[in-house]
């Protein structure tokens, strides 16, 4: 008896419902979503991300960051995000709307990004903290990243974005510490980094 058919109809089966199951209802699930009008504030969320911020999220990228923070809160009973104060909310499908790829992430050596910029909303302090992060969280165990950043002469005045560092790590006389391009729009990318609109789906 032939089972050539037979055996090409398992596999075809086998093949044609995993497809519907990963990626046919998925998308009939979450495909069509679009933006929301916040019935509290009048807001459409989530918006498409500035050109910088866009920018910086490539610089995120770049750098492997995803591989030590996550951007995703768990709901409660999955874990102690909310009570660890990363979110105020579970993250849902529609707060990753315009970003492609999206970054979960697969580990948490460091804290979640999800809500970064509403939990540190200060420039100097991010650019402090990715220049050497001990010098903003003790103890901390992510590496320092002083490529981001240049050495210039100071001009007329210091730059307002020039870093205030303690002597040891201090320049030479006469010299600032300032972000680089690349440096500018990661924390740029960093501080729109908010999930915390009520969406109907986290109510």
């Known amino acids: 008896m032939n089972y050539g058919p037979l055996i090409f109809l398992g596999v075809f089966l086998t093949v044609a419902s995993s497809w519907c199951g990963l990626v046919l209802i998925p998308q009939l699930q979450f495909g069509r979503q679009e933006p929301v009008r916040i019935e509290e504030t009048g807001e459409i969320y ?4 500035s050109g910088l911020a866009q920018q910086g999220r490539e610089v995120y990228r770049a750098n492997g960051c995803i591989y030590c923070h996550s951007q995703q809160v768990r709901p409660v009973g999955f874990g102690a995000d909310e009570a660890r104060n990363w979110g105020s909310r579970r993250t849902v499908a529609r707060d990753y709307l315009f970003d492609k790829p999206v ?3 697969t580990m948490r050596t460091g804290p979640d990004l999800t809500n970064i910029g509403l939990r540190q909303t200060s420039v100097a302090w991010h650019y402090s903290h990715l220049y050497n992060p001990q010098s903003t969280s003790k103890g901390s165990i992510m590496p320092p990243f002083p ?3 240049e ?3 100071i001009g007329a005045r210091s730059s307002p974005e020039a870093l205030k560092l303690p002597p040891e790590m201090a320049p030479p006389a006469g010299y600032e510490i300032v972000p ?3 440096g500018r729009v990661l924390v740029q990318y960093l501080l729109s980094l908010r999930a915390n609109a009520p969406l109907p789906e986290t109510k």
């Open 180 to 182: 680089a391009k690349e």
């Open 46 to 49: 989530p918006q498409a991300r």
């Open 103 to 105: 970054m979960l992430g």
């Open 151 to 153: 050495q210039r002469k």
């Open 147 to 149: 490529f981001l950043f």
